[in-house]
């Protein structure tokens, strides 16, 4: 006959909130990008992040919501100047984006599809 084990012990183990509490808003990967990319959803106002190649902390005043994954404008970006990630140009700028502004389909265009006709 099986004998019970002993139920594990959670007691070393931060909660969610107090891991998140400390972690960086959004991340950069290259010093000199424009934009960075959210690592949870953020609301407006104040967020903290930093870039993954370096330990330079960046606070920066959110103008909108951006969802997880999507990218936030670091620094204004023109309408027709191009956006830069990883050290690279990836799209360009349909509008001009003011830091701490939502970066996304709606007001960049990826270079990838830039001589697309679609949408």
Known sequence: MPTASPP???SGVSPPDAVT????????HNEGDS???AMRDLQPGPVEGGYLTG???????LTEPVPLG???????IGAGEAVIEYGVPIAVATAAIEAGQHAHVHNLRSIRWQSSTAG
Do not use: I
Request: net charge negative; hydrophobic share 50%.
């Open 8 to 10: 594990p012990d959670f």
């Open 21 to 28: 509490a400390n972690a960086p808003d959004f991340l950069a």
């Open 35 to 37: 934009v960075a990319v």
């Open 55 to 61: 330990s330079e902390s960046l606070t920066l005043q």
């Open 70 to 76: 999507h990218k936030l404008a670091l620094q204004p």
